[in-house]
């Protein structure tokens, strides 16, 4: 009988579709990366200090699928996962727009669907994860908006202003006076903001608060994972600039962003095409005289970034053996293959990661329907040029040409 679930993982690598199953089953590649992640999250959990990892690869090289196996080792380590790819509607210049989008994309552990805020809903309000989030809330953040949001909503006994303040944690930011008068029908008192919250300005906030949140509600801790981040590229300098001091405060986290680990993968390229074909240490000067650190510690963290290494023969050996095993599960065969052979077909079918391995499920399609494979070349795809002209503008998600999603 065939594998349902191997059939699956069969048709996101002949695709070439992004898929946490394949991060699932082929974590054994890059033994020496995967062995740094890990150590990674074991830091956030035993000191609750954050971190971040910012890697780059070629086009096709397995960035993407880094990322799916970073999120199958967080859930296994009870740890909240988030995953977002740059994009119009996912820019990197607002924080207040990335919140929104990795609120949306955040997985609970032994949760296939996103979502978490319902988890709120029944917190007493004299419970200890209600004390615990209030106290925070009062003293450590840069505003105090989230502690009279978080008070009103534990405190009200209306479900359609249950829901309204819920919606703003997920994004749909309430307003400063709105709050104020809900907070007053609820307790009796005044909310005194001690900086009256702005979106653009204090966004960070609920990053920390959602930090804390998960940490009160029994996870180890919080992972963030952002692809595609060479699609920067395609903003104008502005926007690319903003985009660097919201990177800034992932990879130089302050200490009330607790036990995160975010991770950044960019394409290897981005170095060559954007920070220096368009001069972004200028454009950093130009934008930010006075306080050029951010964008300086990011375009460095870019340029300096270890890259993803091809497999090497042994490695691509073990993610070919995995995929023969895959495919008998799949179709309810056993393939008569000899694995130095399919290993020598795929190395022979393109030179880039993602096509070798289509390769191979392309060689084992012919033997299973024909009884035999032929030589297989499956046509490679390269990355765009980052590097023709910007696109400059004031909207909230500036307007971003698509490339080519990178995945296995």
């Given at each position: 009988?065939?594998?349902?679930?191997?059939?699956?993982?069969?048709?996101?690598?002949?695709?070439?579709?992004?898929?946490?199953?394949?991060?699932?089953?082929?974590?054994?590649?890059?033994?020496?990366?995967?062995?740094?992640?890990?150590?990674?999250?074991?830091?956030?959990?035993?000191?609750?200090?954050?971190?971040?990892?910012?890697?780059?690869?070629?086009?096709?090289?397995?960035?993407?699928?880094?990322?799916?196996?970073?999120?199958?080792?967080?859930?296994?380590?009870?740890?909240?996962?988030?995953?977002?790819?740059?994009?119009?509607?996912?820019?990197?210049?607002?924080?207040?727009?990335?919140?929104?989008?990795?609120?949306?994309?955040?997985?609970?552990?032994?949760?296939?669907?996103?979502?978490?805020?319902?988890?709120?809903?029944?917190?007493?309000?004299?419970?200890?994860?209600?004390?615990?989030?209030?106290?925070?809330?009062?003293?450590?953040?840069?505003?105090?908006?989230?502690?009279?949001?978080?008070?009103?909503?534990?405190?009200?006994?209306?479900?359609?202003?249950?829901?309204?303040?819920?919606?703003?944690?997920?994004?749909?930011?309430?307003?400063?006076?709105?709050?104020?008068?809900?907070?007053?029908?609820?307790?009796?008192?005044?909310?005194?903001?001690?900086?009256?919250?702005?979106?653009?300005?204090?966004?960070?906030?609920?990053?920390?608060?959602?930090?804390?949140?998960?940490?009160?509600?029994?996870?180890?801790?919080?992972?963030?994972?952002?692809?595609?981040?060479?699609?920067?590229?395609?903003?104008g300098k502005k926007a690319r600039q903003n985009s660097y001091r919201s990177m800034y405060r992932f990879l130089?986290?302050?200490?009330?962003?607790?036990?995160?680990?975010?991770?950044?993968?960019?394409?290897?390229?981005?170095?060559?095409?954007?920070?220096?074909?368009?001069?972004?240490?200028?454009?950093?000067?130009?934008?930010?005289?006075?306080?050029?650190?951010?964008?300086?510690?990011?375009?460095?963290?870019?340029?300096?970034?270890?890259?993803?290494?091809?497999?090497?023969?042994?490695?691509?050996?073990?993610?070919?053996?995995?995929?023969?095993?895959?495919?008998?599960?799949?179709?309810?065969?056993?393939?008569?293959?000899?694995?130095?052979?399919?290993?020598?077909?795929?190395?022979?079918?393109?030179?880039?990661?993602?096509?070798?391995?289509?390769?191979?499920?392309?060689?084992?399609?012919?033997?299973?329907?024909?009884?035999?494979?032929?030589?297989?070349?499956?046509?490679?795809?390269?990355?765009?040029?980052?590097?023709?002209?910007?696109?400059?503008?004031?909207?909230?998600?500036?307007?971003?040409?698509?490339?080519?999603?990178?995945?296995?």
């Amino acid at each position: 009988m065939s594998d349902m679930n191997a059939m699956r993982i069969i048709e996101a690598l002949r695709s070439g579709i992004p898929s946490r199953a394949v991060g699932k089953y082929f974590s054994e590649a890059r033994p020496g990366i995967i062995r740094l992640v890990s150590e990674k999250m074991d830091s956030i959990v035993n000191t609750g200090i954050s971190t971040s990892y910012l890697y780059t690869g070629k086009y096709g090289e397995g960035k993407t699928h880094l990322l799916n196996t970073a999120m199958t080792m967080a859930q296994e380590n009870n740890m909240v996962v988030s995953f977002i790819s740059v994009s119009k509607e996912a820019p990197l210049d607002k924080l207040f727009v990335i919140y929104r989008n990795i609120v949306h994309n955040t997985y609970l552990p032994k949760h296939e669907q996103p979502g978490f805020l319902n988890a709120l809903w029944d917190i007493g309000k004299n419970s200890p994860i209600a004390s615990e989030l209030l106290v925070y809330t009062a003293k450590e953040l840069e505003t105090d908006k989230l502690y009279y949001l978080l008070k009103s909503f534990l405190g009200s006994d209306d479900q359609d202003e249950r829901f309204r303040l819920l919606a703003d944690l997920e994004g749909d930011f309430i307003s400063n006076n709105d709050l104020k008068r809900i907070y007053k029908r609820i307790t009796g008192n005044t909310a005194k903001y001690n900086i009256p919250f702005s979106k653009t300005k204090h966004s960070m906030d609920y990053f920390c608060f959602l930090s804390h949140l998960f940490s009160a509600m029994g996870y180890s801790g919080w992972v963030i994972l952002i692809d595609e981040v060479e699609l920067l590229g395609r903003l104008g300098k502005k926007a690319r600039q903003n985009s660097y001091r919201s990177m800034y405060r992932f990879l130089q986290p302050k200490s009330t962003l607790k036990s995160t680990l975010t991770m950044f993968a960019v394409s290897s390229m981005y170095d060559e095409e954007v920070i220096q074909g368009k001069h972004e240490y200028e454009n950093l000067e130009l934008f930010f005289p006075n306080d050029p650190g951010p964008g300086k510690t990011v375009l460095d963290a870019i340029s300096d970034a270890k890259q993803l290494n091809p497999l090497t023969r042994d490695e691509i050996t073990q993610v070919i053996s995995r995929i023969m095993d895959f495919h008998g599960a799949a179709y309810d065969w056993t393939p008569d293959i000899e694995l130095g052979t399919l290993v020598q077909m795929a190395e022979e079918g393109g030179s880039l990661l993602r096509t070798k391995l289509r390769s191979a499920i392309e060689y084992l399609d012919q033997k299973y329907q024909y009884g035999n494979g032929g030589n297989v070349t499956v046509g490679e795809l390269t990355q765009e040029d980052l590097s023709h002209e910007e696109i400059e503008t004031d909207d909230e998600t500036p307007s971003l040409d698509n490339l080519m999603d990178d995945s296995m």
